[in-house]
């Protein structure tokens, strides 16, 4: 068993799925704290569909660095949907709704109508739940993950007080004259980087669960903010590390390994925090 | 001297008037309370005095170079925070974040946060999870909160909404104890029977008139006291 994972290890590219795997767990976790606190979940599931569409047209554009496409559409997407759910007048789920299942009925047909491999059903399963078996990065992709990976930990980090503020009453941080337009904007622009980061890791179906399930264990047993963050970033983490050796000993697919270990993971918390009381 | 005047205000949503042809005037050192039915635009009101909200027509001048980092704030209390994973310490410490220069809080602020804490007299609570604290415990973090973000004006929202009589006394007793030591204290509650004995000066929305002013208050907290 140690042999199958040494040897797998001397792949180059093994190690950067690795790296960049455990990077994207990382975010998603500490992310989904405040995601799953201000009632956003939704949006991350409504912007990973989105993040499906635009790969689609990055792929049928035949770009070499599909980032460069899928990024600002996400991004943007994102800031939308805020600035909608700030207008009472608009509803906001039905909105996310809307642009989430566009895009990817619209995605679907990009692909169809346009098929870059002989394999179309393959492509889209594969953008939709991971790829079969292990990651494929290019080194360009490697980098640009790696690197917004580490600038969102940075960000949380240094903006962890006023994060904390602006999610747990926004009425209040406003009245006070902290500027909380500001922080929702980072926030959107966070979840839309970490979601197509996400993306090559475990697919655009199943984001939601890496953003959602590492925070709700970790509510499910703690009490303080602090330490909920810090046991989401452990358990995510260390889930995203099980999973990948699961699916490499297993050779099963590298995404719903680590969500499934990630359930599991959630209803070990859900379990201990009932019986604690 | 005015800390805070409405002039001709009309406030509501979405140009939508709520309450139109609002003038009242603040003092320093005021217990001015503003009084309605439920549903009859006091918070509208107050969210436009805090400046979450753009009047519709009309100003509301503030007086004496008070600035945004100088009002205290209780809000009614959200769906978010009634099952949000934080201690006591947590939240009052985030009500120094007007004051947060840099990224993190400086050691004075941290010892403000815990004094504050102790005024309230929940230093036995401090580490204790928000969300299993009772109403009146949860309005006391709130309260020690709005005192870690002000010296100067405290805005409170219906404080006592939903608490039982004895913890409502408390309450009363808190707040006016932080007036009687110098605080501004602005507050919305549709109990006009309990407000009248604690407060210098009522507002009345339905009115859109001061009801009592402060030269009736001696007279009224002595009956109060009775």
Redesign the interface.
């Known amino acids: 068993m140690l042999d199958k994972l040494y040897l797998y290890m001397t792949f180059p590219y093994v190690r950067y799925a690795l790296i960049v795997g455990t990077l994207i767990a990382l975010c998603s976790s500490l992310l989904g704290v405040i995601l799953v606190?201000?009632?956003f979940s939704y949006i991350g599931d409504g912007l990973s569909h989105v993040a499906f569409g635009a790969l689609a047209i990055a792929t049928v554009l035949n770009s070499t660095n599909r980032m460069i496409i899928i990024l600002p559409i996400t991004v943007l997407t994102a800031i939308l949907i805020l600035k909608s759910g700030n207008n009472?007048?608009v509803k906001g789920d039905a909105a996310i709704a809307m642009i989430s299942v566009g895009a990817l009925a619209f995605g679907y047909l990009l692909m169809n109508l346009f098929p870059t491999s002989g394999n179309v059903s393959g492509d889209v399963c594969s953008t939709l739940f991971g790829s079969t078996s292990l990651l494929t990065l290019t080194s360009s992709e490697v980098w640009v993950s790696g690197v917004l990976s580490i600038l969102v930990v940075v960000a949380f980090i240094?903006?962890?007080?006023?994060i904390?503020?602006v999610t747990?009453?926004e009425?209040?941080?406003?009245?006070?004259?902290?500027k909380v337009g500001i922080y929702n904007l980072l926030i959107a622009t966070i979840t839309a980087v970490i979601i197509v980061l996400a993306m090559n890791l475990v697919g655009s179906l199943l984001i939601s669960a890496l953003i959602i399930f590492p925070a709700l264990s970790a509510?499910s047993i703690?009490?303080?903010?602090?330490a909920?963050t810090i046991f989401s970033a452990i358990i995510s983490v260390t889930c995203a590390l099980f999973g990948f050796l699961i699916s490499i000993l297993e050779g099963t697919p590298v995404g719903s390994t680590i969500v499934a270990v990630d359930a599991v993971m959630f209803m070990i918390c859900y379990l201990v925090g009932k019986i604690k009381g | 001297m005015a800390i805070l005047t409405a002039k001709e205000l009309t406030v509501g949503y979405d140009k939508q008037p709520v309450l139109k042809n609002i003038n009242f005037q603040i003092n320093s050192g005021d217990y001015f309370c503003i009084v309605g039915e439920n549903g009859s635009g006091k918070t509208t009101l107050m969210k436009t005095i805090l400046g979450l909200l753009p009047p519709i027509e009309g100003s509301i001048e503030v007086g004496q170079g008070l600035m945004k980092n100088q009002i205290g704030y209780l809000p009614q209390q959200s769906d978010v925070q009634r099952d949000f994973p934080a201690t006591v310490y947590e939240i009052v410490l985030s009500g120094c974040q007007n004051s947060l220069k840099g990224f993190f809080y400086s050691r004075a602020q941290k010892k403000l946060a815990l004094e504050n804490i102790e005024k309230m007299g929940i230093s036995h609570l401090k580490n204790k999870c928000y969300r299993q604290l009772s109403g009146g415990q949860q309005q006391r973090v709130l309260l020690a909160r709005a005192l870690c973000a002000t010296t100067k004006v405290l805005l409170l929202d219906e404080p006592v909404a939903g608490l039982d009589p004895n913890v409502t006394k408390e309450m009363y007793d808190l707040i006016g104890q932080l007036n009687s030591q110098g605080l501004t204290v602005i507050m919305i509650s549709h109990d006009i029977e309990n407000v009248k004995k604690y407060a210098t000066v009522i507002f009345d929305v339905n009115k859109l008139d001061v009801i009592k002013t402060s030269s009736e208050s001696d007279t009224s907290k002595e009956v109060g006291a009775c």
């Not at chain 1, 240094?158 to 006023?162: H, I, K, P």
């Not at chain 1, 009425?171 to 902290?178: K, M």
């Open positions: 606190l201000k009632r009472s007048k240094f903006l962890y007080n006023r904390f503020a747990f009453d009425d209040f941080s406003r009245a006070v004259g902290t509510m703690l009490k303080s903010f602090k909920v």
